[in-house]
């Protein structure tokens, strides 16, 4: 597609289950984000990926967070034993790194709630 | 520790007149500026970028101002239009930090007919 797409658009999930969220890239751009936005905040950095790699995982909360990318595209991002402190709108974004600019393009979000 | 912080949670203007946007940052280190603006319900679209070597940007009908001695950037966008009401994100790269962005609070701009 044109843009990055995220799947689920709206995740409402318990307390204590896990949950994953997907991000599809622009195609061709070789980095990709994952941001989360709680209610009344600005956006909070969770982790980068470099092709399959993640450089910067340092912004993740907690070990019950963890992100993978396969064949340098798409990304899922997996939430375990989900807290009600985790509900938030997960963004996903992806660049084409060229020296001296990266803009970053998101998608739409995936809005987790957590009961 | 709040590296870039947007002052202002909202701001209204009239159509037709300048919206001025601000944002203030702490980390020297940053060297690349964002504004991205927000619709309810969707994701953050790029608007204007700017380096620390440059101290103003434009494009159409939006500004970036960077003042590297105060840590200190603005948003004008004129002429402001009713379509503009939305939030607007100020973010900081830095070359220590690598690619992340480090992004402000978001400030709400209503722009009134």
């Known amino acids: 597609g044109a843009g990055v797409s995220q799947s689920p658009s709206n995740k409402v999930t318990e307390k204590g289950k896990d949950v994953e969220l997907r991000c599809d890239p622009i195609?061709?751009?070789?980095?990709l984000y994952w941001y989360r936005q709680s209610l009344g905040q600005g956006l909070e950095f969770l982790i980068y990926?470099?092709?399959?790699?993640?450089?910067?995982k340092s912004g993740l909360p907690s070990d019950r967070f963890s992100a993978e990318r396969t064949g340098g595209s798409v990304s899922t991002l997996t939430i375990q034993r989900t807290q009600q402190e985790d509900s938030a709108v997960y963004l996903c974004?992806?660049?084409?790194?060229?020296?001296?600019?990266?803009?970053?393009?998101f998608g739409p979000g995936t809005r987790l709630t957590v009961l | 520790d709040q590296q870039v912080k947007q002052n202002s949670p909202s701001l209204s203007v009239q159509e037709g007149r300048i919206s001025i946007l601000n944002c203030d940052y702490t980390?020297?280190?940053?060297?690349?500026f964002l504004w991205y603006k927000k619709y309810p319900a969707e994701g953050p679209t790029f608007l204007i970028s700017?380096?620390?070597?440059?101290d103003k940007n434009e494009d159409g009908r939006f500004t970036v101002f960077l003042n590297k001695s105060a840590k200190h950037l603005s948003l004008h966008i004129v002429p402001s239009q009713p379509g503009d009401s939305a939030v607007y994100f100020c973010?900081?790269?830095?070359?220590?930090?690598?690619?992340?962005?480090?992004f402000g609070e978001g400030t709400q701009l209503t722009v009134n007919p």
């Open positions: 974004a992806s660049s084409q790194p060229t020296r001296g600019t990266d803009t970053q393009y």
């Open positions: 195609s061709g751009h070789t980095a």
């Open positions: 990926f470099q092709g399959n790699s993640a450089p910067d």
């Open positions: 980390n020297s280190m940053f060297d690349y």
């Open positions: 700017i380096s620390s070597i440059k």
């Open positions: 973010a900081a790269r830095g070359w220590t930090s690598g690619s992340r962005l480090t």
